[in-house]
């Protein structure tokens, strides 16, 4: 997040020019005087809580990218900070969502398998085999919906568990693919995608009978088929 960094005006130092001989002064702060009491009224006095954990987080952010140097702007602290929730973390400029920035705090739980709403699988298979019906079983970046799903699910889980509901949810979708394939090669084992897929291959195929062969193992779902229980395929 180097943009908090003022490097024209060190520039300036480094030309022996000062910050207050630019008519500066009166706008950049030094990093290294953020603690005093003269800067930490100017913020208050600008509506900053500095005791807030949006300030805490931009702060502690520039002090690394400046490693503890140069300069930065009062109003440009403040910017910085509405991208931050009032918990310090990071919200998604495109979903206005926070959690799903991974971290040091939320890094370990980004891999678990957690329960999610049946609805958003629903989703999900219902959107993954119309795609792959539409592409003829080529994934297609350009046309996919599949992120719209992932959205709706975000915004119904709680903060701190949408990076692992978001791994949870892609598990799924790896499997309704991989039994599509399974099923189209069935009806004829000589096809690949992007060849037709034979008609009806998908009928009888439903969201619930693939989600009952998936069990847990770590961070991920795998196949256990036949009566003996045996999981097959490590990774669906």
């Known amino acids: 997040m180097l943009n908090n960094l003022d490097y ?27 603690s005093s009491p ?4 100017r913020l208050k006095a600008a509506g900053i809580d500095t ?10 952010s520039m002090m690394e990218a400046g490693k503890g140097g140069g300069y930065f702007s009062i109003s440009g602290l403040k910017n910085r900070m509405r991208h931050y929730d009032k918990d310090g973390d990071y919200i ?26 049946e609805s958003s699988r ?14 003829n079983g080529v994934g ?9 799903v992932y959205l709706n699910l975000y915004r119904r889980t709680p903060k701190n568990d949408r990076l692992a509901a978001g791994h949870t949810l892609e598990q799924y979708e790896r499997a309704y693919t991989q039994a599509f394939v399974a099923a189209v090669k069935k009806a004829d084992p000589k096809w690949e ?5 034979p008609s009806g291959a998908l009928d009888g195929i439903t969201r619930e009978s693939i989600d009952s062969t998936l069990v847990k193992s770590g961070g991920s779902l795998v196949r256990r088929t036949g009566s003996s229980g045996r999981l097959y ?4």
Do not use: C, W
């Open 8 to 34: 024209s005006v060190l520039l300036q130092q480094m030309l022996g020019t000062s910050a207050n001989s630019t008519g500066l002064g009166g706008n950049m702060v030094k990093m290294s005087d953020i």
């Open 38 to 41: 003269s800067v930490q009224a």
């Open 51 to 60: 005791n807030s954990k949006q300030y805490q987080t931009v702060v502690k």
């Open 92 to 117: 998604d400029p495109v979903t206005g969502l926070s959690g799903l920035l991974v971290t040091d705090k939320n890094r370990a739980r980004k891999n678990q398998i957690i329960a999610i709403p």
């Open 122 to 135: 629903d989703e999900m298979f219902e959107l993954t085999k119309r795609e792959f019906l539409r592409e």
């Open 140 to 148: 297609n970046g350009d046309t996919t919906r599949r992120s719209d």
């Open 193 to 197: 995608p992007g060849r037709q897929i």
């Open 233 to 236: 395929n490590n990774q669906v």
